[in-house]
């Protein structure tokens, strides 16, 4: 990689790579198939430390894999919500994050877990919070050289769990029209924790720091929804575009967020 | 294997038998276009315009003729002359200099991907190169995108010879104007308790066949030459080539490849003159092929359009009077199918009072071509729906007032003599009978809609030759391009008629040297057609069997008769020299042939008369989620009147296949142009076809009101069923959330956005009740 | 032009070696330079799944794959479905369901299914349905298709292998 610069790109899955390629939108000289390597391929979960997921593990290892749904139920989903079986059998979780869409379905999840980015082959190996790797359509925080290893996640609470909705106009096969990833932590019968995460509804995906702030401290009934909805709906800034219209994606945005947090909670309960 | 005859009288017509070429294509050795591969061959893409409306200054070709590998480019120089008026080219219609203007622009493009140039090389990658090295010069103009803006005084003019008869001869997009008029409609419309006037909007939408457009020409340096392609005419693709390029119809010949769909889109043609032009250039056979984003930005979709419907009724049900006003996206040249909508709008219904006006638009969007049942869906979203609200208006259930005003035998059609047998009435009763519309919607944002659908189906011309074998089996010969299973129904015909077991007829489609012409397989017109054509020449190769025998036997071949693969006499005992002779088998008799006059040939060709119009209803249920507009498909049956089923799965296959297609066509399917004018959705993720996952089971009722002008009373099965969906879903949509929709695609963004209106100015209401 | 590399892989059962340019992908190699032309290309982009073949057991788009990240994997085409002139049931189930009219999407289908049936042998309509979300028909509306899949599950689960169609 760091011998051939900006002319190398990473190949996992291929699933977008290679239709960019295609396409003329990104033209590598070199692509550097890295499902080899061992870190990469590796899904390491303990109760005690949380999740170390490599960056090629592919999205239906993910959804195979009996941790992930018991204890991450809301990212497994995303991964399994990607494209078809045909794409979830060769596309990877990190391929996902670093393909730097803002309508990426499992990144609107990693930040609703507090997931961070492990990166490797610069100065030092850096840790790099998920809702801050990608930085404009496309562009990820990654220079030449490096290369996404592992996605970290925190070890679940008791009484927490995530949840992940995205709209799309048919049923499969589309890219997220509006995405939502939700994650809430109970105690004594209010919201200990809880973070959200838009896709598809900015430039970059993003983590709704005020939407999830609003929650703390109380019951998630109607009205701690609506708010939180209401506020989620405020952080987006979407666009028009033939998925759809800036004022559905924002209207869109509060309903899943509203259903994404129902869900986490009804599942954070059964903890 | 064969399945259940519903009626005695038939032996193999309406069994389920397997395909005769189905074995090839579940183990992959079917041969479609682009599997076809030959010494020497080079391979030819084409460099498309990026803009939607330009003209050419300059071609530099030069750059790209230099890249190693590439060995001819060639552009609209390279074809000959080509006359500006009406001609026939086989049995189409066509202008040629729009053909040819369409195969490879002469001074102007007209539509982000209007081919300019085509190259070909050593590999497919060489020739992609060398297209990125061809210098185009252009002046760009503006972009006309809608009938809107199209019909605007002022527009930017796409052809600056299209005048405007009906406007003192001024430059014009509108290239034609159709007027039915029936009654008095100003008396009809003061008859009517009551007026409901709609406007309509549905977008440009594709076929949508999973095969891209493909072709290989292979020129010979004596002047001959072949063409192997996808396509759903071969004849039509030998006479459209010779007539863009130049080169004589009887030089020609064209071996239809398996085709993966068509639906009506490859009736014409884009790379089969590109490929016989590059051929005759560099010596070798060139073969092309379409990517997929090609296909949607250089093939033909069909209309987009604007419909206005007035229609007026009395308070028990009864239509007196509609108005239409209708305009469809040509695209880039002249020839949107918008006659075929004016004729099928109201074409279910007896209307005394009635005036059509339809406008055929240009456009700078790609040239349009066919897609089943052409014109007939965006009209019947329009005239549908109007009637789902007539019924509401007057408390009538909508099935019954479709039967109320329905037509049957003897009533009037809007062009033509009046119906003969048909089986409209049928079709909306099988729908009421259904176990569909008798069950019981379950929850709420539930609805259903009924719609239905007509087309007129075609006759045209088609041949079939019918070979007895030396082992008293037969083959069918015939040129219609299998797109749905009918090979088999040929061969079903021809086992029939013979009386041999369906097995021991070979079915084959023919290449247009080997077959008298045959027209385009579309219009619903294979089984009906050729299926007379084979019939006829069944009957013939039957009669020269029976004579044959009785030969043999030296007895009146009417006293011979085929039956269950034998020859025998009808009744031994009133025969002279009827003792003694039992039945032969058709494999003993075919051991006699050559001594009683030599090989059997049975032959037929029809221009065939007696097309039987089709009739489709569909009902559907919909669950819409009123917060994102989400329509689900919960229910869907379609009953359709199809004379005769000579496969039923197969007749089965196209009406739900049509379903399908018209469901997507309802609610997700659409060309997103730019404010340039350039097409953003070029692959299949963003043009969105229903997937699996997007549609329930389609539930099938055959309706079968015989089609008196044919043989075997069939009616074309394969279009009419695309055309109630839209349709059916909008007026369920209506019953499930209240919002009446009147624009395609339904899509969550667009329903939603009227779920919200409709619920914005209820809480105003309430508000202000209070 | 690039250089060419040797892959070696095992295809429907045959141990196979082909050349090919790193910028081919596996389903040019497998039409253009193997001439199996059994899987078709639809769309290039993975949206259609006309091109599914199975790599190690899963489905995958071999449109998105390149040939040369095929080295030392089981491939399986629509070619190899076939047990010599013995049908796979699910390819006798399509046949005698007409789940096929013009037959493009057919192989993918057939790649798809039977990868679904190894792991579930016994699927759900619903469960059927997600499993072939990834390959588009145009022109059946996936009715017979799914019908067929449903009875190929049935009639393997019996243990019941047929010949070539009659």
Known sequence: MKANGDKARPICGGTDLIIQMRAGVRQPAVVVDIKKVREMRELKFSPKSGLKLGAAVSCIDVAENADMRRHYPGLTEAAHLIGSLQ?????????????????????????????????????????????????????????????????????????????????????????????????????????????????????????????????????????????AARLASEASSPIDDMRGTAEYRRHVTGVLTRRALTIAAERAHKH | MEGTNSNGKFKVIGTRPIRHDGVDKVIGRAKYGADYAFPGMLHGKVLRS?????????????????????????????????????????????????????????????????????????????????????????EVLPPVMTVDVAMKPGAAILHPTLRNREEGDKQTNVANHIQFKRGDLEAGFKAADFVIEREFNTAMVH????????????????????????TQGAFDVRSLSAQVVGVPVGKI????????????????????????????????????????????????????????VKMGATKDGKIVAAEVWMAYEAGAFPGSPVGAGAMCILAPYTIENLQIDAYDVVVNRP????????????????????????????????????VQN??????????GPPFKAIGFIETLDAIRNSDHYKSKLSGPNQGRGVATGFWFNAGMQSSATVNIHTDG????????????????????????????????????????????????????????????????????AARQLRERAAKVWEVKPDDVELHDGSVRLKDPASVEKGEGKPPMSMKELATKLARTGGPIIGRASVNARGVGPAFATTCVDVEVDPDTGKVQILRCTVAQDVGKAIHPSYVEGQMQGGTAQGIGWGLNEEYFYDDKGILRNTGLLDYR??????????????????????????????????????????????RAVGVRMSETPMSPPRLLKEILKKRATEETHSAAAD | MSKKTLVEVNINGEEVEFLCEPRQSLLECLRDVLEMTGSKEGCLTGDCGACSVLIDGRAVCSCLMLGVEAQGKEIRTVEGLADGNTLHPLQQKFLEHASLQCGICTPGFLMSATALLERNPNPTEAEIRYALAGNLCRCTGYDKIVRAVLDAAKSMKSGVRTSRAA
Do not use: W
């Not at chain 2, 064209?254 to 043609?269: C, L, M, Q, Y």
């Open chain 2, 406 to 415: 329905g037509v049957k035998e003897g009533s009037p059609q809007v062009v």
């Open chain 2, 473 to 540: 089996t037969a083959s069918v010969v015939t040129g219609s391009p299998d797109i749905g299973g009918s090979r088999a129904s040929m061969a079903m015909i021809t086992a029939e008629v013979l009386g041999i077991p369906v097995t021991d007829v070979r079915p084959l489609v023919a290449d247009t040297d080997s077959i008298g012409h045959t027209d385009v397989t579309g219009g619903s017109r294979v089984t009906f057609a050729t299926g007379m054509a084979v019939y006829e020449a069944a009957q013939d």
């Open chain 2, 207 to 230: 076929q949508g066949y999973i095969e891209p457009h493909n072709a290989v020409g292979i020129y010979n340096a004596d002047g001959q030459a072949t063409i192997y392609c996808s």
């Open chain 2, 253 to 308: 010949k064209v071996v239809p490849a398996e085709i993966g769909g068509g639906f009506g889109g490859k009736t014409t043609v884009y790379l089969e003159p590109l490929s016989l032009l590059l051929s005759k250039k560099t010596g070798h056979p060139v073969k092309m092929v379409m990517t997929r984003s090609e296909v949607l930005r250089g093939s033909g979709p069909t209309s987009g359009s604007k419909i206005k």
């Open chain 2, 689 to 734: 076809m229903p997937t699996c996952l997007d549609l329930p089971l389609i539930e099938t009722a055959i309706v079968e009101v015989a089609n008196p002008g044919h043989p075997l009373g069939v009616r074309g099965v394969g279009e009419v069923s695309i055309v109630p969906p839209p349709a059916a879903l909008a007026n369920a949509i209506y």
């Open chain 1, 87 to 227: 794409i979830q059998n060769r596309a990877s979780v990190g391929g996902n994050l670093c393909n730097g869409s803002p309508a990426a379905d499992t990144t609107p999840a990693l930040i609703a877990l507090k997931a961070k980015a492990r990166i490797a082959g610069g100065k030092a190996t850096r840790d790099v919070p998920v809702e801050e790797f990608v930085v404009s359509p496309g562009r990820t925080v990654l220079k030449p050289g490096e290369l996404l290893v592992q996605l970290l996640i925190p070890a679940p609470a008791p009484h927490s769990s995530d949840a992940y909705l995205r709209f799309i106009p048919r049923n499969e096969m589309d890219i997220a029209v509006v995405g939502v990833g939700a994650s809430v932590t109970l105690a004594g019968g209010v919201v200990k924790a809880a973070r959200i995460g838009l896709g598809a509804v900015a430039a970059t995906p993003l983590f709704a720091d005020k939407a999830s702030e609003s929650l703390i401290g109380k019951k998630l009934d109607e009205s701690a929804l609506e708010t």
């Open chain 2, 367 to 402: 040239k349009t071509a066919a897609y089943r049942a052409p014109g007939a869906t965006n009209a019947a979203m329009a005239g549908e729906t109007v009637i789902d609200e007539i019924a509401e208006r007057c408390g009538i259930d909508p099935i019954e007032l479709r």
């Open chain 2, 50 to 138: 990026p803009h939607a409306h330009a003209k050419i200054k300059s071609i530099k070709t030069a750059k790209a003729l230099k890249l190693p590998g590439v060995k001819a480019v060639v552009t609209a120089a390279d074809l000959p002359q080509a006359d500006d008026k009406i001609e026939q080219a086989g049995e189409m219609a066509i202008n040629p200099r729009h053909l040819s203007m369409n195969i490879l622009a002469h001074d102007k493009v007209l539509y982000d991907g209007h081919a300019i140039a085509a190259v070909a090389a050593t590999s497919p990658h060489i020739a992609e190169e060398a297209c990125k090295l061809i210098e185009v010069e252009y």
